[in-house]
């Protein structure tokens, strides 16, 4: 594509020329002449069979910069690889910087794991037992530039497609997002899923589905899972919002109130049931389906049961006690 800054990288053992170089090769070679340097696209082999078959890195960029003086700029990025293009205005086509590829055909009684792309990133101790920097081992940005108030293409910081048509899947193993905590036995993880923002930040949106008419099966499943505090924890004042639409409102929602201490279920026309923390009950109106009329003044009850039929409205006063009221026309 036009405007596009080639890659500039060293070609192993070029058919043009029949050179090799020897490694591990640490050397600059801007300008220098050697195969595969300035723009030539970089293609590597790693053939099949036998003594062909190399399993160490096809490429692999080494930096130390532990005895490095200095340390380096403050805020400065510093980077082991970089791929930079730049896209015309009627460009038609997908730009792709870096692109992994994986054709994966190992039988599963090999116990493979391929993986496309993984990028891990070792936290280990300082020379002088300060804490170690934060670390990222993967960083994603899509930053807005177009001052555009209400955009309506995406800026997706990253996107996870799997595909597959057959189904459906009772293993469950086509999987969008696969959040693993820690990688040895006994690690600890503060958060399995959290979203942030900065100072003065807004997220439209803390988790949402997309595309009004999408089907899915279970929304949020914490059956197999085991929690040692609350499966879903709700600061008070918060609320629970339903027969929501794309717009993000609702006419129905039941939530907590800790002014007057009460659980609460409101509609449009304001509170329908409101439980307060001495057990108090406030109802727009009771109706009881089933109400297991006694068989007699000692049927099992407990205190405060209640039940009704054609002629009586009945009562527990006591354990296994029943009393009862006549009902007439008016």
């Not at 805020?75 to 994986?102: D, H, M, Q, R």
């Not at 879903?232 to 006419?251: E, R, V």
């Not at 354990?319 to 026309?329: E, I, M, Q, T, V």
Request: hydrophobic share 40%; charged share 15%; net charge negative.
């Amino acid at each position: 594509m036009r405007h596009s800054l080639a890659l500039a990288l060293l070609l192993i053992a070029s058919p043009a020329t029949a050179q090799t170089l020897s490694a591990p090769f640490s050397a600059s070679v801007i300008n220098s002449g050697q195969p595969g340097i300035q723009g030539i696209p970089l293609f590597l082999w790693n053939g099949f069979g036998g003594a062909t078959f190399d399993d160490r890195a096809t490429l692999r960029v080494d930096r130390d910069v532990e005895t490095t003086a200095g340390g380096g700029k403050p805020w400065w990025t510093y980077k082991a690889f970089w791929a930079n293009t730049t896209t015309s205005f009627v460009s038609p086509g997908f730009e792709w910087v870096i692109t992994g590829e994986l054709h994966n055909r190992s039988r599963r009684s090999a116990n493979a794991q391929n993986v496309a792309v993984n990028g891990t990133a070792w936290k280990q101790p300082t020379d002088n037992g300060e804490e170690t920097g934060t670390t990222w081992a993967g960083n994603f940005n899509c930053v807005d530039q177009t001052g555009l108030p209400n955009p309506t293409t995406s800026c997706v910081a990253l996107e996870l497609d799997v595909g597959g048509i057959v189904g459906p899947d009772p293993n469950r193993q086509r999987v969008l997002l696969h959040a693993a905590g820690g990688g040895q036995p006994g690690a600890h993880v503060g958060y399995g899923y959290m979203v942030s923002t900065g100072q003065g930040v807004t997220i439209d949106r803390a988790f949402s589905t997309a595309n009004v008419g999408s089907t899915f099966g279970i929304g949020i499943d914490l059956a197999g899972a085991s929690f040692s505090g609350a499966a879903i924890l709700m600061a008070a004042g918060q609320w629970l919002g339903f027969d929501g639409n794309a717009d993000g409102k609702f006419s129905r929602f039941l939530g907590f109130n800790p002014a007057d201490g009460a659980l609460t279920y409101m509609t449009g026309g304001g509170p329908v049931l409101r439980v307060t923390d001495d057990g108090a009950a406030y109802v727009g109106r009771i109706v009881e389906t089933i109400p297991h009329v006694p068989a007699s003044s000692s049927a099992p009850c407990v205190a405060g049961e209640r039940a009704w039929d054609q002629s009586y409205e009945y009562r527990c006063v006591a354990p296994d006690r029943w009393k009862r009221a006549a009902l007439s026309d008016w």
